[in-house]
Every structure is written in C-alpha cells, then in structure tokens.
C-alpha cells in the first residue's frame, strides 16, 4: 500500500471538513457549510487552494480596463482558486478507488453550495 501524502492530493476531488468558524469566516467566499466536496488545486505548508468553478462576483471595469458604469454591471461566475489555511481543516478524506479516474474532474457543483458529502 502506498503512503498518503497531502502533495498527491493535487488534482483530485475530496471530502474537506472545515472547524466550525470557517463558515462564518469565509461566508463571503460561497462556503457555507463544514463538509464540502473539493477540487485541490494546490497544497502549500500553510494550507490547502480549492477550486471554486462558478466563484461569483462583479467586476467595476470590462475586459479592455475601461471602467464600465454602475448600471452596466452584473453578477458573473468564473474560475477561482480559494485559499483555506491548514487551521480551517479538520479532516480530509481520499477515496481510493480506480473508478475515480474516470470522474476526477470538477463539476458545476462541486460542493460549495452543498452541504453533502
């Protein structure tokens, strides 16, 4: 059997549960539950980047950089990465399964607008 190691955790979906304060913490960021199913998108010594793929937000100017008026502006959803330190993780679990390499890539909802794992 081979060692888990948190670097082998890139690149695949997990089940990510969160202490309690994280919720309130990182509301603004679309987490809104402790138990999450992910997409690590990088490992660092101080945390973990997840992949958010409809992180929401309205941006002031348009692709060019001019500053697109108030009244022109509206809600999109693009590609994040979200960056949750190692003292917001309570516990992460990697399934092992080879059924996986054929659903290995993130989803619509990928869990952070659900509250199942």
Do not use: C
Not at 35 to 59: A, M, Y
Not at 60 to 65: F, P, T
Not at 70 to 99: Q, S, T
């Amino acid at each position: 059997m081979e060692r888990m190691e948190h670097n082998k955790l890139i690149g695949k979906k997990v089940f990510l549960k969160l202490i309690d304060s994280a919720v309130e913490d990182f509301k603004d960021w679309d987490i809104g539950y402790k138990q999450l199913t992910v997409f690590i998108s990088g490992v660092e010594q101080n945390g973990l980047w997840l992949r958010h793929p409809n992180f929401k937000i309205t941006f002031k100017v348009d692709k060019e950089g001019k500053v697109n008026p108030e009244a022109n502006r509206k809600e999109e959803e693009i590609e994040a990465d979200i960056f949750i330190p190692w003292g917001y993780v309570k516990g992460i679990v990697h399934l092992i399964d080879d059924r996986l390499k054929y659903d290995n890539e993130p989803g619509r909802e990928i869990g952070f607008t659900s509250g199942k794992i």
